[in-house]
């Protein structure tokens, strides 16, 4: 604390002190954060040490620690150790230098600990206060106390209207500056140091790269963290989350304890704090802009998996490498098909076996390319009023404007919680908390805020330009540009699901856009030309599965049947053949 050799033996705290518990005394001196000056805490010490002299006490040990008092999940230690020592009988007296200094958490708190000294005959003495608990002062105590923990919701109150005013000028509050950016004057700028590392994770994320693969790559270039380790995977999602990565003062949740008290542990990434205009407050320079921070966290939580715990932490899914994953159908079962390596793969074959779908498999890069094709004549016939032409417009206009997207997703959020804060202020006002003056004053706030959000979220939406989605040439350029999870959301846009018309046998050279049937969102079905042909391709199959398994059951049973089934079965094979042939004729018509 500072004190010199002479100090100490002025104050009696030089020697080790012996003697009857009744002539011993424990000291508690604490601050509550390191700003607090030394100084001070000299003089409490020295304050106590001169009301000990007086009483002809001696100091035995002086307990000292820098943690709050108010809150009841900080556990401080040499608190606990002061009171140990008076509970182990080693001395009979704590002396604090005032009762805000011993605990801020009320009579509930301060009056347990006078009980459990009142059994030891010991006691507590406030040296500015001049109070001594053995003599009649528990009232005063208690009062005192309470004064303590009001005061402690007090400078809570002051500070946390500090700490807003300064978000909302947009000044940095402290805490731990994101990677790739420094802080000078309460404003973020770029670190020269670790921006350029910090940009390049920023454009893989943009990329589709996933974080394990980020980090591996950073990691085999000997890069290393702020702290010189190595990185992780949950390293760059908590980076990337982070509002302020973007320049921009997050507004982050605080977490509660079971009983709804606030906690000194706050929920990771949260969203950026939005102004009275329903814009987030920049701090200054960032890594990525806004919409390039928003497209980045829509990548990532669509592949990952809601968790628990604090930070709302996330399990991470593979990346999508196909594009027909969910809307592709096997003919059989009617189930999802999925990736099977290079083909697609009915799930039900794979994961239950035979007995429960015989299954289809087809190569995947032919699939693809030609849903690409269907995709693009399916929408070049589409009129310009159709809502799958503005559905895919909205998804286009998503990736080629993402500026304008990701305001517009910041505008109706805003909007959600300005509707959400009216419909409160109206409830606390019905229910007589609250004046009229007020209540009409923030109201009509409010009022203004949402006719603004409301103004600017309609200005957004208008001007949608259709004319790249009127024709084949532009779709074809919006298809190609597009990755997988691109295509994927162009299709989805379109298109409800694809059934595969199973092979006619080893080495069928239909083509496969023939064998494709899809289902598009703006059609009540398939063509009855085409759902008329399905129907007979699957009902032929079936009758010629029937007639096998009555073969194989006659053989058991009666060889004289058997020659009569056979004769059947020819009679279908042939009717099948024939029916080829009229197909293949018609196809080489068209």
Same mark, same amino acid.
């Given at each position: ?99 805000d ?38 009232m ?11 005061? !402690?919701?007090d #400078?809570?109150? =002051?500070?946390?209207?500090?700490? $807003?005013?300064?978000? %909302?000028?947009?000044? +940095?509050?402290? &805490?731990?500056?994101?990677?790739g ?26 990329e ?37 990565? !973007?320049?921009? #003062?997050?507004? =982050?949740?605080?977490?509660?304890? $079971?009983?709804?008290? %606030?906690?000194?542990? +706050?929920?990771? &990434? ?8 329903g ?19 829509a990548i ?8 628990t ?9 593979r ?38 779908c ?84 923030l ?40 990755g ?6 162009l299709?989805?846009?379109?298109l ?17 856009m ?5 289902v ?8 009855d ?8 391709t699957?009902?032929r ?14 053989t ?23 029916e080829?042939?009229?197909e ?7």
């Open positions: 604390m500072g004190f010199t050799d002479d100090d100490l033996k002025e104050l009696g705290l030089w020697d080790v002190p012996s003697g009857p518990p009744e002539d011993l005394a424990e000291a508690y001196v604490r601050r509550s954060k390191k700003s607090d000056d030394l100084a001070s805490l000299r003089g409490h010490v020295r304050d106590i040490c001169r009301a000990a002299q007086n009483e002809n006490k001696r100091i035995r040990h002086v307990w000292f620690e820098q943690v709050s008092a108010s809150k009841a999940y900080v556990k401080r230690e040499e608190f606990d150790n002061a009171v140990a020592a008076i509970k182990a009988g080693l001395s009979k007296t704590l002396f604090i230098w005032k009762t200094r011993l605990s801020r958490r009320g009579m509930g708190h301060v009056g347990l600990l006078l009980d459990e000294f009142d059994k030891r005959g010991a006691k507590i003495v406030s040296v500015t206060e001049g109070l001594d608990s053995s003599k009649g002062s528990r005063v105590f208690a009062i005192l106390s309470e004064r303590a923990r009001d005061e !402690a919701k #400078i809570a109150l =002051r500070t946390k209207n500090g700490v $807003d005013s300064h978000k %909302s000028e947009g000044r +940095w509050v402290g &805490g731990v500056k994101p990677y950016l420094g802080c000078t004057d309460g404003k973020l700028h770029h670190n020269p140091a670790e921006y350029p590392t910090a940009r390049r994770i920023a454009k893989l994320l943009l589709g790269e996933t974080p394990a693969t980020i980090a591996n790559t950073l990691n085999a270039e000997q890069v290393k963290t702020r702290k010189g380790k190595k990185w992780r995977a949950q390293t760059v999602i908590h980076l990337a989350q982070s509002p302020s990565w !973007a320049g921009l #003062i997050p507004n =982050r949740e605080r977490a509660k304890d $079971d009983f709804g008290q %606030s906690l000194d542990k +706050w929920f990771r &990434g949260g969203e950026p704090l939005l102004g009275a205009d814009h987030p407050i920049s701090a200054g320079d960032g890594v990525v802009t806004y919409a390039e921070w928003v497209k980045i966290n990532i939580s669509g592949r990952s998996r809601p968790g715990a604090i930070g709302d932490k996330t399990r991470g899914v990346k999508a490498v196909t594009i027909m994953t969910g809307s592709f159908r096997c003919p059989h079962c009617k189930g999802p098909m999925g990736n099977g390596g290079a083909n697609y793969r009915c799930q039900a074959r794979i994961t239950q076996g035979p007995a429960v015989i299954g289809v498999a087809t190569s995947r890069g032919r699939v693809d390319t030609a849903m690409g094709v269907l995709w693009v004549n399916h929408v070049s016939r589409l009129s310009p009023e159709s809502p799958t032409i503005h559905e895919i417009a909205r998804r286009f206009l998503a990736y080629g404007d993402p500026e304008k997207e990701a305001r517009k997703g910041a505008v109706s959020a805003a909007l959600e919680r300005a509707v959400s804060r009216e419909l409160r202020l109206n409830k606390e006002f019905f229910v007589g908390s609250m004046d009229e003056t007020q209540y009409d004053a109201r009509g706030e409010l009022g203004v805020q949402i006719a603004a959000l409301k103004a600017e979220l309609t200005e957004l939406g208008r001007g949608a330009d259709l004319s790249p989605l009127m024709s084949p040439e532009s779709l074809v350029a919006i298809w190609n540009a597009e997988v999870d691109g295509k994927r959301a299709l989805s846009a379109a409800k699901s694809v059934t595969i018309v199973p092979a006619k046998g080893v080495g069928d050279r239909t083509p496969i023939e064998r494709l049937i899809p598009w969102r703006d059609a009540e079905g398939m063509p030309d085409v759902a008329e042909g399905v129907a007979k699957f009902d199959r079936a009758r010629k599965k029937a007639q096998a398994r009555r073969v194989a059951d006659a058991k049973a009666a060889p004289e049947s058997v020659e009569q089934l056979k004769v059947e079965l020819l009679g279908l094979m042939a009717e099948t053949e024939a080829r042939r009229k293949r004729r018609k196809a080489q018509q068209r």
